[in-house]
């Protein structure tokens, strides 16, 4: 997996069309494609972790982060970005609404199977009632696919040392094509903070299930916690899983 990583990022900087494109030498990394451990090709981007000083931050700072949150989506979910991807990366762009619906209804079938037996009737009570509430409604998944980051929290944002703004976004490493509702999962940062993203962004001013589809996708997010513990056996990941699944199911009434 991290050799495919590296080859796509070499790609993408080889074939940078920006005016000023980074100043990296590609050779410097090819020998890293011989190494089994992770790596990255980019200097690192000063700033903090946005989760780190989250509850730190004024309300301006606050207002005005969530602005810069707004402002990157908006042109990262744009049609214009979507042409740019499409140009470069065409071999990513196989989506339809049908595969996509198929690998919720597939991911399902697998919970029931392999993560239900472990589970309290009242757990699988909960995360029936999601799931199904979700599959059951065809018109969640008649929604415009944009580029999707796939893994964009606030762990993955950076804030200037003053707070006073963002000074980068990392991880793009699962960007895709996909539902843009994946990118807007600011639960814990609270209500306040999500409208504030949400509100007036051109991307889901006419998405009337927006607000169906991030609910699901933020309360399934103790599903991979679980299914990673299971598969590689891993009790502590599973505990941490279940306390997860008892977070949102204290959260959401269903």
């Not at 239900?116 to 059951?136: A, R, T």
Request: proline share 5%.
């Amino acid at each position: 997996m991290y050799k495919d990583n590296l080859m796509r990022d070499i790609y993408q900087i080889e074939n940078y069309e920006e005016n000023n494109p980074p100043d990296i030498s590609i050779d410097e990394f090819l020998p890293l494609l011989e190494l089994p451990i992770p790596y990255m090709l980019y200097p690192k981007i000063p700033g903090i972790s946005l989760n780190q000083v989250f509850f730190n931050l004024s309300d301006y700072q606050m207002q005005n982060v969530a602005l810069e949150i707004r402002q990157f989506l908006d042109f990262f979910h744009s049609p214009e970005f979507y042409r740019v991807f499409q140009s470069n990366f065409p071999q990513h762009l196989s989506f339809s609404q049908y595969r996509y619906f198929h690998f919720w209804e597939k991911k399902y079938e697998y919970i029931r199977e392999k993560i239900y037996p472990i589970l309290l009737n009242e757990e699988k009570s909960w995360l029936s009632h999601l799931f199904e509430d979700f599959l059951n409604h065809t018109e969640y998944f008649k929604f415009h696919p944009t580029i999707t980051h796939n893994d964009f929290d606030s762990s993955n944002i950076l804030i200037s040392q003053d707070f006073a703004h963002i000074s980068g976004i990392i991880d793009f490493e699962e960007c895709a094509v996909g539902d843009l509702a994946v990118d807007l999962l600011f639960y814990r940062e609270g209500k306040s903070f999500q409208e504030i993203i949400r509100r007036g962004s051109s991307s889901v001013k006419y998405d009337p299930y927006l607000e169906k589809r991030c609910n699901f996708l933020y309360y399934r997010t103790c599903i991979p916690y679980l299914e990673w513990g299971l598969k590689h056996e891993r009790t502590s990941m599973i505990n941490y899983g279940k306390r997860r699944l008892h977070f949102l199911m204290n959260k959401l009434y269903i």
